[in-house]
Structures are given as structure tokens and as C-alpha cells.
């Protein structure tokens, strides 16, 4: 077992993180871009292994699509591939086919793709044999399991003949992926309507454009949480503008009542630590990737709180609710369901010498514990399970002036 020791350290000079880019934005431009005519000029785009998995798979065009765990590649491809009316098998990790897509396959079969399940109904693995004819220009698509089923259905909307309609049923997650979605489409060119609980968008060319992939919100939220966590330092996170197209940028308001003053400069973002304010209830509805981060910053600056909005954390990389609760645990805080969909995160009191965390192939488990290093020493198992969103999270925590180094097991 790999494992990566990282030596306690609780204050931090100022120091500027160059950041990765942003994978959901990029996933996203890398569709459009496929599915425009004429040249698109794309800079910054993610170093993320989804990201990489995307391009690879788009250049190269194999019969066979694997996109390993990147489930906004599993879930935009798919719909690509149909679109294009191409013949590809989709697969991925045996977690990726533990993770569900059949409103997305129910969709386009509704507007008339011929998709197979080539082993459990409901999962990857995919037989796509394409679209060879729109048969329905209306579909009803329930929002409370994955936004990205929606975003896949969107970005390929304008290519279809008779254009699509999309009426959203029930609760909505991760709303703010969609509006995501919807404004990156209309920066190519791409006109909507979203009036209550119908998107519709009009058979239409996207357009050339230049575009520019901010850094990433998501990967932005360790260094909050680090600050959040020390006794005290500034950072610099290079690349994010107040104006984000990502909903993660909500970091922003919910660190400013953990500890963490955010002020916006020409080419990025400066964090000081300030007074905690406290904030008792956090609703992750529509920023499920901050969960961890913000659990985890709770648990270690001693902030009793309520957490809401975690339905989705149960389908994700791993069972993100299951893994905190095992990784609090070792330094003796909790994320305890009070009552149904409601959590307790109840902050630790005793800090052991040493935490060793289990990271669960989820990139977030990894560096969303790496802020417990201003508190005791930590062993992260597997540290290259970053790679999937933020190849160069270890590389920027030494550039923070973290001492870390490979450790035997
Ligand atoms: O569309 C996207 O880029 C994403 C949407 C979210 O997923 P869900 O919509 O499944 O919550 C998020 O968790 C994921 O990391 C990226
Ligand atoms: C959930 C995530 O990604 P995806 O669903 O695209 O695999 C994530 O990056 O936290």
C-alpha cells in the first residue's frame, strides 16, 4: 500500500497555488466542441484524468469507450455518442458500473437511440447503436439523482432535428451544474428558454468561439478548508473570478463564517484567516462536492453543525457518507444521521498522534483530509487517487510549504 505521510504544520506564509482547471468545465467545452462546426479556440482546459480521458477518447475515437471513474464522461459521451449515431460500447471502473444511468439511457430512447445494457439493467456497460431518427421532441426527466443526465441531454439538444424540451420532475440536485451547462451553451452561441420546470432549446448551430477554462472551485475548497483548519497564514488561489460559472464558488460564503476572508484581485482570489463566525446548517443540494471539504473543516476547528442536501454523496466515487463516517471516526469526531437525510457533524475533542485515512479511490476523500495535518500527523493511503480531478493537489501542497514524503506501510 502507498502511502504518503504528511508532517503536522499550522501555519502558513503567503504562498500562491496556481490551481488546476476546471474539469466540469472543460468536459463540457470538450462536447461542444465536438459537436460544433468550425474551429473553437479552447485554452486551460483540466489536467484532470477525466478531463484527459475525454480528449483521449475523443481524438482517438475507439469502438470502445472507457472512461474509468469519470462520470461526467460516462454520462456526456454516452449522449454523444448517440447523437453522432455511432455505434460504442460505454464502460468504465467496476465502480462506474455500479453507478446508475438509466434515466439518461430512458431519455435517449425516449427521443429514439437504441441503447442496450450488456450486463445489469439500469448500469454501465452500454451497447449505444445511435439515433438515427428523432422520434419525440419532449421528455420528462426527474432531477433528484444526477444533474449530469440533464447536461447531457442539453449540450446535445441543439443538434437534434426537432430541437428538445426538458420538463424536470421532483427535487432538483446540483442545480447550479445545469445553470452551469446552460450558460456554456449560450456562450456558443446557443439560445433557451428555463421558465419553472421546463428547459427548452430549438434545433441550432453552436458557434466558433474562444473560450478560457477558469480554475477549478472544487479543488479550491482544500486550501480554504487548510486555512479554515491553521492557526494562521494567507494564500493566493490564482485563476478564479467572483463571476464563476461554477456553483462551488459557494466555498466563498460558507468559509467566511468558518474562518476565511476571501477578497478578489485581478488574476485570482486572496484568503486570510479571520475570526470563526459559525455556521450551524449547511444545505450541499446544489454544491455536493463541498460536502466533504466542509465536513471535515467542521470536524477539526471544533464547529457543531447540520448537514443537508447529502442524498447524492451515495453514488459518487465511493458512498461519500459512509467514508466520512469512517474517516471522522479515527480522530474521534462524527457525521451522524439524527434523522432521516439530516446529519450531526460532531467535532473531535481528542486528537491521536497519528491519523491514517483510507481514501476509497475518491480523489475528494484524499484531499479533503489533508487539512488535519495542522492538527496531528497524517497518513494518506493511495495519495494518487487525486489524479482523477487534481494531478498536482501534492505537488501545490509542498509549494504551500508542506513537508510531505512517501512512507512504507
Ligand atoms: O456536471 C458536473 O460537472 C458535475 C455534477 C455533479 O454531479 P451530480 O449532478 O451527479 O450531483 C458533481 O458532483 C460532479 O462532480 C460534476
Ligand atoms: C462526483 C464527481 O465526479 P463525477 O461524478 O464526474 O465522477 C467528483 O468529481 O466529485
Avoid at 466542509?294 to 457543531?304: D, L
Amino acid at each position: 500500500m502507498e502511502l504518503l505521510k504528511l508532517n503536522q504544520k499550522s501555519a502558513f506564509t503567503p504562498t500562491t497555488i496556481p490551481l488546476p482547471s476546471s474539469k466540469s468545465e472543460s468536459n463540457r467545452v470538450l462536447i461542444i466542441d465536438a459537436l460544433t462546426e468550425g474551429q473553437n479556440t479552447i485554452e486551460n482546459l483540466a489536467e484532470a484524468r477525466d478531463t484527459q480521458t475525454m480528449i483521449r477518447l475523443l481524438q482517438t475515437n475507439p469502438p470502445v469507450y472507457d472512461v474509468l471513474d469519470a462520470g461526467t464522461t460516462m454520462r456526456f459521451l454516452t449522449a454523444y455518442a448517440a447523437v453522432t449515431n455511432q455505434n460504442k460500447v460505454m464502460t468504465g471502473t467496476a465502480r462506474m458500473c455500479q453507478r446508475p444511468i438509466g434515466i439518461l439511457v430512458d431519455a435517449l430512447r425516449e427521443i429514439g437511440a437504441e441503447i442496450h445494457y450488456m450486463n445489469v439493467e439500469g448500469y454501465p456497460p452500454l451497447a449505444v447503436h445511435g439515433l438515427s431518427e428523432q422520434t419525440k421532441s419532449a421528455v420528462k426527466i426527474r432531477g433528484d439523482v444526477s444533474s449530469q443526465y440533464i447536461s447531457a441531454m442539453l449540450m446535445i439538444a441543439p443538434i437534434l432535428p426537432k430541437g428538445l424540451e426538458i420538463e424536470l420532475e421532483g427535487k432538483v440536485g446540483s442545480r447550479t451544474y445545469i445553470e452551469m451547462t446552460l450558460e456554456l451553451m449560450a456562450k456558443f452561441g446557443i439560445n433557451y428558454t428555463w421558465e419553472k420546470n421546463t428547459i427548452k432549446v430549438e434545433n441550432q448551430a453552436y458557434q466558433p468561439t474562444q473560450f478560457m477554462v477558469e480554475s477549478d472551485w472544487s479543488g479550491a475548497s482544500y486550501w480554504f478548508s487548510l486555512l479554515a483548519c491553521a492557526d494562521s497564514g494567507q494564500l493566493f488561489l490564482k485563476g478564479l473570478k467572483e463571476n464563476s460559472l461554477q456553483g462551488d464558488s459557494k466555498v466563498v460564503e460558507i468559509m467566511s463564517k468558518l474562518g476565511v476572508k476571501s477578497s478578489f484581485q485581478k488574476d485570482g482570489v486572496l484568503l486570510e484567516k479571520i475570526p470563526v463566525e459559525g455556521l450551524e446548517e449547511f444545505d450541499f443540494t446544489h454544491c455536493p462536492d463541498l460536502a466533504q471539504t466542509v465536513a471535515v473543516t467542521c470536524a477539526i476547528i471544533g464547529q457543531n453543525s447540520k448537514f443537508t442536501g447529502l442524498e447524492s454523496l451515495r453514488i459518487k466515487e465511493t458512498d461519500r457518507i459512509y467514508a466520512l463516517q469512517q474517516e471522522l471516526a479515527k480522530f474521534n469526531a462524527e457525521l451522524k444521521e439524527i434523522e432521516p437525510e439530516v446529519f450531526q457533524v460532531i467535532p473531535s475533542v481528542t486528537m491521536p498522534h497519528e491519523v491514517k485515512i483510507h481514501t476509497y479511490d475518491d480523489h475528494r476523500m484524499a484531499m479533503a483530509f489533508m487539512p488535519l495535518l495542522t492538527k496531528t500527523q497524517v497518513l494518506i493511503e493511495d495519495p494518487d487517487v487525486v489524479n482523477k480531478s487534481y494531478p498536482s493537489f501534492w505537488k501545490h501542497c509542498q509549494l504551500a510549504g508542506i513537508d510531505l514524503s512517501n512512507h512504507e506501510s
